[in-house]
C-alpha cells in the first residue's frame, strides 16, 4: 500500500482552521487539497479562509477548491455567519489575504470539488481519505455523478450528526447535518462506508485557554493568530456553558481519527436522517435496514482522550512554530 493522500473538505471556522493545521503536521498522509462548501460561513468566505489559513500556515502549495455553496433542496446560497466562529468565520480576527485563486468548475453550474475528488478516488483508490468536516453536499453530489469512484476511496471519516445525545442546533439535529439533511440522508442511505464522528465523541474533547499560552511562546505569527481565532472559541463556549473547561475539538477529533482510527470505539449500524417535522436533521438508525447484517456506519461512541489530546497539542505546536 502506498502512501495516504488526504483531502479535508472545510466550510473553514474555528475548529476547521485547527484541523486543518493538525493535517497539515501529521506525517502520516500528504495534503492534496483543501475542497470547499457552505456551512459555518458561505462558500465564498469559506474559500477565503481556507486560502489565507493556508498561507499562514507556510503551506501555499496546497490547492483550494471551490465546492456548493448551498444546500441540495435550497435554491439560494447559503450566505449566514454562524455566531459560534465570529463575524469572518475566524472569531473576527483578520488574516492577511491569500493572493491565489481557488480552483474553480471550468463551466456555470460545475463544481470543482466533485471533479477534484472524483478524479483523486480514481487516481489513489485505497490509499485517498476524504474528511469532510461540514455539510455533505459535496459528497452527496459525487454519489450522484459516480458512486463507483467513491465506493473506491480507502476511508471517509465524516463529522457530525449525534446518535447518543441531542443536537446542538435542535434537541434533534447537529450543525453539519441540519445544513443539508437531504445530503446526509443520502450519504447514509448509499451503501458506502463511512465513519461518522459526531457530537458523542467530539463533546468529550475539550481545549482550554492554558493551552493557548503555550502557542503565544512560539512568537510566530501563526500561533499568535491562532491564539486570538481560538480565544474567541474558548470564550463563546464557556460564555454559553460555563460547566465546560473550553472549547469543542470537532473538526480535529475528525481528522485525528481518520489518520488512524484506533483513537475511537465504534458502533456499527445503518443510519438514515429524518428530512421531515421536528426532528428535521436527526441522524438516527434505519428501521428498514437495522436488521440487514451489513452495516455501513461505524459510529464513534468512545474516544482515547489522552492519547487524541497527545497527539492534537504536538501537532499544533509543530504547526503553528513554522516561521
Not at 503536521?25 to 483543501?34: F, H, K, M
Not at 448551498?70 to 475566524?90: I, S, W
Not at 460547566?243 to 481518520?258: I, Q, T
Not at 456506519?297 to 482515547?304: G, N, P, Q, S, W
Amino acid at each position: 500500500m502506498g502512501a495516504k493522500r488526504l483531502i479535508l473538505d472545510l466550510d473553514l471556522g474555528i475548529d476547521d482552521a485547527m484541523a486543518l493545521a493538525c493535517a497539515l503536521a501529521s506525517p502520516e498522509a500528504e495534503l492534496i487539497g483543501v475542497t470547499t462548501v457552505f456551512g459555518n460561513v458561505p462558500r465564498a468566505q469559506s474559500v477565503a479562509n481556507c486560502l489565507a489559513v493556508l498561507e499562514l500556515l507556510g503551506h501555499p502549495e496546497v490547492p483550494v477548491v471551490e465546492g456548493a455553496d448551498r444546500a441540495l433542496a435550497a435554491t439560494e446560497p447559503y450566505t449566514t455567519m454562524v455566531d459560534v466562529h465570529g463575524t469572518n468565520g475566524m472569531g473576527g480576527v483578520e488574516l492577511p489575504a491569500s493572493r491565489r485563486e481557488p480552483v474553480r468548475a471550468a463551466e456555470t453550474g460545475g463544481n470543482a470539488a466533485v471533479d477534484f475528488l472524483l478524479e483523486a478516488a480514481k487516481r489513489y483508490g485505497e490509499d485517498l481519505i476524504f474528511v469532510p468536516t461540514g455539510p455533505l453536499t459535496n459528497l452527496a453530489l459525487a454519489l450522484e455523478r459516480d458512486a463507483d469512484a467513491v465506493r473506491r476511496i480507502g476511508r471517509i471519516v465524516l463529522m457530525g450528526g449525534a446518535l447518543t445525545q441531542p443536537g446542538n442546533v435542535t434537541p434533534g439535529a447537529e450543525a453539519n447535518i441540519a445544513n443539508d439533511p437531504e445530503a446526509a440522508d443520502a450519504v447514509f442511505r448509499s451503501g458506502v462506508p463511512v465513519t461518522m464522528v459526531g457530537l458523542d465523541v467530539t463533546h468529550q474533547v475539550q481545549l482550554a485557554q492554558t493551552e493557548l499560552d503555550r502557542w503565544r511562546a512560539l512568537g510566530t505569527p501563526a500561533a499568535d493568530a491562532y491564539a486570538q481565532i481560538v480565544g474567541y472559541y474558548i470564550d463563546f463556549y464557556v460564555r454559553r456553558s460555563p460547566y465546560l473547561r473550553g472549547c469543542a475539538l470537532h473538526d480535529p477529533l475528525a481528522v485525528a481519527v481518520a489518520l488512524d482510527p484506533s483513537l475511537v470505539e465504534t458502533f456499527a449500524t445503518n443510519l438514515k436522517v429524518d428530512l421531515e417535522g421536528p426532528f428535521r436533521g436527526r441522524t438516527i438508525g434505519d428501521p428498514e435496514r437495522l436488521a440487514d447484517p451489513h452495516k455501513t456506519t461505524e459510529v464513534a461512541l468512545k474516544v482515547d482522550l489522552e492519547r487524541f489530546e497527545t497527539i492534537f497539542k504536538e501537532r499544533m505546536l509543530q504547526a503553528l512554530s513554522a516561521k
